[in-house]
């Protein structure tokens, strides 16, 4: 009996730690950060100014916007044009409940085309592509 109870309790911890790494921390955070090549730092400024209140410091989304550590976002699903198209004209909820994203204030074709490059490295070093 006590030996059964044994088995369940290490099955129960078992599958707890599976949970949890499963749920895996995410690579990046403030505490650590990557290392990231000096030519996509405009981006990632730019990217912290306009679309890290939603979308996350490192894109892994928020309370107010989806991941783009995600495989809808890969090039292959939303290629670069999505990239641009969403903050200069705001996008229709369609893959989640977030609601739908307003125009972005302010940005312009010129941040995006440091944002971007900058967003497609974070997917990479995230082993997204
Ligand atoms: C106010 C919050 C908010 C901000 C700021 C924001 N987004 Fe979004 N974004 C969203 C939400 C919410 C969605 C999800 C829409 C849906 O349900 O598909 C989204 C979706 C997207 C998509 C997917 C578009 C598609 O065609 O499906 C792209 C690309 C995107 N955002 C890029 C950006 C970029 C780049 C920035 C910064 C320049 C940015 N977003 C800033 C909220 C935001």
């Given at each position: 009996m006590?030996?059964?109870?044994h088995i369940?309790?290490?099955?129960a911890?078992?599958?707890a730690?599976?949970?949890?790494?499963?749920?895996?921390?995410?690579?990046?955070?403030?505490?650590?950060?990557?290392?990231?090549?000096?030519k996509?730092?405009?981006?990632?400024?730019?990217?912290?100014?306009?679309?890290?209140?939603?979308?996350g410091?490192w894109?892994?989304?928020?309370?107010?916007?989806?991941?783009?550590?995600?495989?809808?976002?890969?090039?292959?699903?939303?290629?670069?044009p999505?990239?641009?198209?969403?903050?200069?004209?705001?996008v229709?909820?369609?893959?989640?409940?977030?609601?739908?994203?307003p125009?972005?204030?302010?940005?312009?074709?010129?941040?995006?085309?440091?944002i971007v490059?900058?967003?497609?490295?974070?997917q990479?070093?995230?082993k997204?592509?």
């Open positions: 006590k030996f059964g109870f369940l309790t290490m099955a911890l078992l599958l730690g599976q949970v949890s790494s499963a749920m895996a921390a995410n690579k990046f955070s403030a505490e650590n950060p990557p290392k990231m090549p000096y996509y730092a405009l981006g990632k400024q730019k990217f912290t100014q306009f679309c890290a209140k939603c979308h410091e894109g892994y989304g928020t309370r107010q916007g989806p991941p783009f550590i995600h495989r809808f976002y890969k090039p292959s699903h939303h290629a670069d999505a990239f641009y198209r969403a903050p200069l004209k705001g229709t909820a369609h893959h989640w409940r977030f609601g739908d994203m125009p972005v204030p302010g940005i312009t074709r010129k941040d995006l085309d440091s490059p900058f967003i497609r490295w974070l990479r070093e995230n997204l592509y």
